[in-house]
């Protein structure tokens, strides 16, 4: 492999959680819970960016996808449903034979590979789209990850990434809450210095020579026990989209 | 997978949600126990239902409600009240009279010949859906991306999930093992339609007796359909007497306000029974309708609360599909699951309530619910409340049943 932004440390951490991907109700709960507003998220910027219409069937249909951190594949099988073609690359080596499983068992056609961001720029491959979702906080070199994305991606290509800001609000909702309270995460799941603010990530996509075209919050609400997308609310976690001209 | 979703059922429920889901752009099978024509063309049968204005948009968002409007009677008045044999009824009387919330008319009564005839020739129309009549299921084998549904003709069929709109007694929720808990009553409900001299004014009339309620619902022309609920042992002494016999014991309860009264179709008798099921959904299936809540039919919300389940089922699955999700997952389903079962279950307890401390002769109880009837009366706004809640505009709003299209 080649030399890499990714940190040992961080991929050991979930290759141990590799197995529990798919239980909806294990470790990987809040991923589960958050999926569908993340996805929410993701088709309609895909349909705004390259025209598509998402009650039609199949609307990714010629479509080339990345999922970077693809993990079990949460993001990649729906991705692949909705007719992309997805390469789902994770640089935890337990995390793939678990992913190609569940995509076999579920009828769809994924290209897993135990690769990293870097690997594959420096392979040329090129995306219309690439996801590089709660992943940015988790690397070693925030800058050299999101410029790598930007080279994966064809011109016109649309890159999603979410994380976690930087605040008060964020170090209770995700460490004190998340980790130590609901147990929802294993504790050191996240390391709250790694957290990113918005107005950083947009030096770091800008930088990157992307263009930000959106952003938004993901909001999960104690009472009803829901996510929801928030115009306004990007305290906790948030996603933007941008796009290579 | 030969389909997304098959619809074990093909009373009104399994066509309901097998429309919605078809216009919504998914595959489609709805198996059905009856042969096709059979009921659509079958005379009048004395079946019929009130339709909340929630459900008629639902009809209307599924495109079923064209067909269905000539034949349908506005509600345009409920009027419940207290009373006894003989003394007719009691002057705390509580009124509910569609001028007073903006949504029109209370809710439409149709007949089931109607209301089936509507769905089959939508069924018809609809792409995406293949209507299987004549056929039962024998089987169904959850498995990791679908399940296998083994039918009476020997054939299998796959999908992503199932849902089971078979009924009260479900047997595919039997098999799934969910088990049910309910009681009966010891009341059964003697249906039967009537005609009657005078119009009725698109009037709904309940009368809240000893023994059970009374309701005197409009149907077309000079008829009106009632529900007389009786004590089990009563009910089955009215339900031997010739139409003659039956027709006296009625008239002091009916009253004289529609004139002379006679039968405009033949008789039917229900037990009044509560089924709830422990859960509504299991591996790649979910249970809508009486399936998963057999209610009183005290107020008509048996099929309104199915169309809720419709509803909220169809909304889930569609925007489950619509973002690649598999859409039998078991989070996509307890999605369903939590939407649903809370209000269907205080729905089904506050009904068997109401029907507890009218269906009484204590007089305390009388009076403490002349007194409650009298003051929910003059408070127009719990009045509206009260309204709102029968005519199913409440609660977290599906789509469907505010009429847009999913």
């Known amino acids: ?215 938004k919050g993901f909001v999960f609400n104690p009472v009803s026990w829901q996510w929801s997308v928030s115009e306004r609310d990007l305290a906790v976690n948030y996603v933007t989209a941008s796009v290579r001209r | 997978m030969d389909h997304d979703v098959i619809l074990i059922g093909g009373g009104l429920n399994g066509p309901g949600l097998g429309l919605a889901l078809a216009r919504a752009g998914l595959s489609v099978a709805v198996i059905d126990a009856q042969p096709a024509r059979a009921r659509a063309e079958a005379a009048f049968d004395g079946r019929a239902y009130a339709l909340a204005i929630a459900s008629k948009r639902l009809l209307t968002a599924i495109g079923v409600w064209p067909a269905l409007a000539a034949e349908a009677q506005p509600m345009l008045k409920v009027v419940a009240s207290d009373g006894r044999p003989g003394e007719g009824a009691s002057p705390l009387r509580l009124t509910f009279d569609s001028a007073e919330i903006e949504e029109g008319p209370a809710g439409f009564m149709v007949e089931d010949r109607h209301l089936y005839a509507a769905f089959l020739d939508a069924m018809q129309r609809t792409p995406g859906l293949t209507h299987i009549p004549g056929t039962t299921v024998t089987g169904h084998e959850p498995g990791p991306a679908g399940v296998t549904v083994s039918l009476s003709d020997e054939r299998q069929l796959s999908a992503r999930m199932i849902a089971a709109c078979d009924g009260r007694a479900s047997p595919t929720a039997a098999r799934a093992g969910i088990r049910r808990v309910g009681h009966a009553y010891g009341q059964t409900a003697l249906v039967a339609a009537i005609a009657h001299e005078r119009p009725h004014n698109g009037e709904a009339h309940q009368f809240f007796m000893p023994a059970g309620p009374l309701a005197i619902l409009p149907l077309t022309g000079n008829r009106s359909s009632i529900v007389w609920s009786e004590r089990e042992e009563s009910a089955r002494a009215i339900a031997a007497l010739d139409d003659e016999g039956f027709l006296d014991l009625l008239r002091p309860r009916f009253g004289t306000f529609l004139g002379e009264i006679s039968l405009a179709g033949p008789r039917f008798s229900y037990p009044l029974t509560l089924t709830l099921a422990e859960r509504y959904v299991a591996p790649r299936l979910a249970l809508v309708g009486d399936a998963a809540h057999g209610v009183h039919p005290i107020a008509g919300q048996g099929l309104n609360l199915g169309l809720r389940d419709v509803a909220a089922l169809a909304e889930v699955l569609v925007n489950a599909h619509r973002r690649g999700e598999d859409i039998g997952a078991e989070d996509v389903l307890e999605r369903y699951q939590s939407w649903r079962r809370f209000d269907a279950t205080t729905l089904a307890l506050g009904m068997d309530a109401v029907n507890g401390i009218f269906s009484n002769d204590n007089s305390l109880l009388r009076t403490g619910r002349d007194m409650g009837l009298g003051l929910v009366n003059r408070i127009a706004p719990l009045r509206r409340a009260f309204m709102r809640q029968a005519a199913g505009l409440t609660g977290q709003t599906a789509k469907l049943l505010a009429g847009q299209s999913l």
């Open chain 1, 1 to 215: 492999m080649s030399p890499t932004t990714v940190d040992p440390a961080e991929i050991a951490k979930f290759e141990a959680m590799a197995a529990e991907w798919w239980d909806v109700g294990g470790k990987f709960k809040p991923l589960h819970m958050m999926n569908p507003v993340r996805l929410d998220y993701i088709c309609a910027q895909i349909a705004a960016e390259f025209g598509r219409d998402l009650t039609a069937p199949r609307p990714f249909e010629g479509l080339r996808l990345l999922d970077i951190g693809c993990g079990g594949g949460l993001l990649s099988e729906p991705m692949a449903r909705l007719g992309a073609t997805v390469v789902g690359a994770d640089a935890a080596e337990g995390n793939i034979p678990v992913a190609r499983l569940h995509a076999e068992q579920s009828g769809l056609t994924i290209d897993y590979r135990h690769t990293t961001a870097e690997a594959l720029a420096e392979a040329g491959e090129a995306f219309d789209v690439v996801l590089a979702m709660e992943i940015v906080e988790h690397v070693a070199d925030p800058q050299g990850f999101t410029t790598t994305c930007h080279d994966l991606l064809k011109p016109g290509g649309l890159m999603v990434m979410s994380t976690l800001n930087r605040t008060a609000k964020s170090f209770l909702a995700a460490i004190i809450g998340a980790e130590w309270v609901m147990r929802w995460l294993p504790k050191g799941t996240h390391d709250w210095q790694k957290f990113i603010t918005p107005e950083e990530l947009y030096g770091l996509i800008r930088t990157a020579g992307l263009d930000p075209v959106d952003r």
